[in-house]
């Protein structure tokens, strides 16, 4: 059945595409008076008061107003139809304008959802024929209607309207869409329902961002307005967080580049491998280098590494300014979310769910606190780190920041050891190599009801320390630290010559006061 519809919609459409036969030559065109010949046609001599022999040309006379173009004797019948008329020009007149558009209603009617929206867009007549409200009422009764509410009485039904009248135009059309995005939309949202104890973080996010199709572009301006829109490269999943690589693409010079914005991206699969329709772009970041300034964590012998907060990382080719990668650490927090329900425009924000409030606690805010914390880069993990029941009191809160300690300098049995070295690798077409000293820091701290407080997955480098840091060991002493408006990261290792390996020795986090106090409204 579906073949045979196929058939006949495919010999419609190139009857479509058919020019309509030229009248012979001598014969009478349609739509003129009889008895009037056309103008040229019999005359033999020029017309009286015109110079030069030419005659000056009348206008034809208005044809009647008639319901389908092209025939001046329609039926009464057609005259009162409900459906839209439009009358095209005669230059574009053609087999589709003279048929009545209850023919086309009725053809348009055994077409699926996906092609009467797609035939929508071939012209104004197929605009308004394909969004009429009787035929999206069916397709929507056909896929819904055992999903519908139904009177459960006769006075219930008696209140029950009819679906198709007293509705706005478009009605059922956007009432198809709404449901079956709404409906996709409960089903990736019960697959993050399942909480990871460990992490914080939904157990699917990954798992969903590849059933859904979801990749992410970068549109990079420069300074004269030009855009580039590249699609990623490559994605580095982990437990926490993805790194998407942008490569092989005519960058502008680094310091042409006027902003970069990243967008998520679904693109939904014809039956076709090769088309695809346009996805829908959810922003999720932007970023203005005019006023945000890169800073430098690291070097090799091709490229330099330029950090943009809050998880850019740009690699610059040595000695010629121009770009030769783009990566971004993005963390599973909302990624879902702000990959699929932002604008083109503006990224998507849901409302902040505060925990209640214990004022019988005066250090309420304070402890409580877990930390995920992972160093890795883009194909391993460096270290990783579970810790609970992390606290803070009043007497320690310095410089409008709450300290939590994670590891203790003085605590040897809380250091840890790193698996290798501290690097970040990196590819661009067919060259590759990698940074020394420099990774990424993926961090998620949730509060006292386990909901994450601060999420942050960044670039971060490591620097030798100007003193010794503990003399409980004898190998070279580094620093790494992180910051943003929310707070900091500290973080003190040792390089043990013998083992070649790090040890971390001191973690501390620092969270914003004002953070703190907006989370649980406190004021401390």
């Given at each position: 059945m579906a073949a045979g519809r196929g058939e006949f919609f495919r010999s419609f459409l190139e009857g479509l595409e058919r020019k309509p036969e030229q009248p012979a030559p001598g014969r009478r065109q349609p739509g003129r008076g009889r008895g009037k010949p056309a103008a040229g046609v019999g005359q033999s001599g020029p017309g009286k008061g015109q110079p030069g022999g030419k005659?000056?040309?009348?206008?034809?006379?208005?044809?009647?107003?008639?319901?389908?173009?092209?025939?001046?004797?329609?039926?009464?019948?057609?005259?009162?139809?409900?459906?839209?008329q439009i009358k095209p020009s005669p230059c574009e007149e053609g087999l589709m304008?003279?048929?009545?558009?209850?023919?086309?209603?009725?053809?348009?009617?055994?077409?699926?959802?996906?092609?009467?929206?797609?035939?929508?867009?071939?012209?104004?007549?197929?605009?308004?024929?394909a969004n009429d409200d009787v035929m999206w009422h069916k397709i929507y009764m056909s896929e819904f209607a055992s999903q519908t509410w139904k009177p459960k009485s006769a006075d219930d039904a008696a209140l029950k309207v009819d679906p198709v009248e007293d509705r706005l135009a478009g009605h059922w059309k956007k009432m198809y869409f709404r449901t079956m995005a709404g409906q996709e939309m409960n089903k990736w949202r019960r697959e993050l329902r399942d909480i990871s104890p460990y992490t914080g973080l939904p157990r699917q996010t990954e798992w969903v961002l590849r059933n859904l199709n979801v990749s992410w572009e970068l549109t990079v301006r420069d300074l004269l307005g030009r855009e580039l829109t590249l699609e990623q490269s490559r994605a580095y999943f982990f437990e926490?967080?993805?790194?998407?690589?942008?490569?092989?693409?005519?960058?502008?010079?680094y310091h042409h580049i006027s902003n970069i914005q990243l967008h998520g991206v679904r693109k939904e699969k014809l039956k076709s491998p090769k088309v695809r329709k346009p996805g829908w772009r959810s922003l999720i970041l932007k970023l203005d280098?005019?006023?945000?300034?890169?800073?430098?964590?690291?070097?090799?012998?091709?490229?330099?590494?330029?950090?943009?907060?809050p998880g850019f990382i740009i690699g610059i080719w040595r000695g010629q300014n121009s770009v030769a990668f783009i990566m971004v650490s993005l963390h599973f927090h909302k990624l879902v979310e702000r990959s699929l329900l932002g604008s083109p425009v503006c990224p998507y924000s849901e409302p902040v769910d505060l925990p209640p409030v214990d004022n019988s606690d005066p250090e309420f805010g304070l402890h409580g606190y877990t930390l995920h914390f992972v160093l890795h880069n883009t194909g391993t993990e460096i270290m990783s780190g579970h810790f609970r029941q992390l606290s803070c009191h009043t007497v320690q809160i310095q410089r409008g920041l709450v300290e939590l300690k994670v590891i203790n300098r003085t605590n040897l049995s809380q250091h840890r050891s790193l698996s290798g070295n501290i690097k970040l690798p990196w590819k661009s077409e067919a060259l590759e190599g990698s940074v020394e000293n420099c990774c990424i820091i993926t961090l998620t701290l949730l509060d006292e009801f386990q909901k994450p407080f601060w999420c942050v997955s960044s670039p971060i480098c490591i620097m030798m320390a100007k003193k010794t840091l503990s003399f409980d060991y004898s190998g070279e002493h580094f620093l790494m630290e992180y910051q943003n408006s929310?707070?900091?990261?500290?973080?003190?290792?040792?390089?043990?010559?013998?083992?070649k390996q790090f040890f971390l020795i001191s973690l501390t986090v620092y969270v914003s006061v004002f953070k703190v106090n907006k989370h649980f409204s406190r004021d401390y």
């Open positions: 005659r000056k040309k009348k206008r034809p006379p208005k044809a009647a107003p008639s319901s389908v173009s092209g025939n001046d004797h329609s039926c009464p019948e057609l005259q009162k139809t409900d459906f839209p304008e003279r048929l009545p558009s209850e023919i086309l209603i009725k053809i348009l009617s055994y077409l699926d959802a996906s092609s009467l929206f797609c035939i929508s867009h071939v012209s104004k007549l197929f605009h308004q024929l926490s967080s993805v790194v998407v690589r942008w490569s092989g693409g005519s960058f502008p010079k280098m005019k006023t945000q300034r890169g800073r430098f964590i690291g070097k090799d012998r091709l490229i330099k590494l330029m950090h943009l907060s929310d707070g900091q990261v500290k973080m003190k290792l040792v390089w043990l010559k013998e083992q």
